[in-house]
């Protein structure tokens, strides 16, 4: 089992639809939950970080986490073009630093 | 610029020789890490520094690779006598105390031929 999963989709939505981005874990003790994204070709960019049972918004992004269910999601209200990219999710176990990731998951945001 | 800066952006070398690439995380930062992506997977952990400590390495890093950060500053990744299955990003990232989330570089992309 990964440690990290996400559907790799391609994810496809149209242009002004929500698309939601999900995430699974394996380690319960994980305690920091995080999405970047990631354009063809260029570094993962951070765009939400969330480390309680709940909602965090932040503009178009909402993340949510499940910590009973090991699940974290992403939305992304009125998609636009310019959001299609690969959204990883990452996760920080406890007291250990690193950032383990997932594959990612590809969006496309359609006309 | 303040963020984490990373030289060179390509390197294509031969097979077996040795390459160096160079990481200068954001200054407040006292953690930094290295990962390597190829296409189609995430970021996979190589190795992290606290400082200048190394504090954990991959099991899945070999003993060609090595990892210096002299006085919890700019940090090195060293590959010798690479290999075509070493030809991927190679990502630095850096973090402050509060662990709220890493910043990366824009990467070195190596081609080994």
């Known amino acids: 089992q990964k440690e990290v999963e996400q559907n790799s989709g391609p994810l496809s939505v149209p242009e002004g639809a929500i698309a939601s981005l999900n995430c699974t874990y394996s380690?319960?003790?994980?305690?920091?939950f995080f999405w970047y994204r990631q354009y063809s070709g260029k570094s993962p960019e951070l765009i939400m970080s969330i480390y309680s049972n709940g909602d965090k918004e932040d503009g178009r992004f909402t993340a949510q986490l499940n910590k009973a269910s090991q699940y974290v999601s992403l939305l992304i209200r009125d998609s636009q073009p310019s959001d299609s990219a690969t959204y990883l999710c990452?996760?920080?176990?406890?007291?250990?630093?690193?950032?383990?990731f997932g594959t990612g998951t590809r969006l496309q945001v359609t006309l | 610029d303040t963020g984490v800066s990373q030289d060179p952006r390509h390197k294509i070398t031969k097979r077996g020789q040795n390459v160096t690439f160079r990481c200068d995380p954001i200054?407040?930062?006292?953690?930094l890490y290295w990962y390597r992506q190829t296409l189609g997977q995430g970021p996979e952990f190589l190795t992290y520094f606290q400082n200048e400590a190394q504090l954990e390495k991959s099991r899945l890093l070999s003993d060609r690779f090595s990892a210096e950060r002299p006085k919890g500053s700019f940090s090195t990744l060293e590959i010798q006598r690479t290999e075509q299955g070493d030809s991927a990003m190679y990502l630095c990232a850096s973090s402050s105390p509060d662990l709220r989330g890493a910043f990366f570089g824009q990467g070195t992309r190596l081609t080994v031929v």
């Open positions: 990452a996760v920080r176990a406890g007291t250990a630093s690193k950032l383990t």
């Open positions: 200054s407040e930062h006292n953690r």
């Open positions: 380690d319960r003790g994980s305690q920091s």
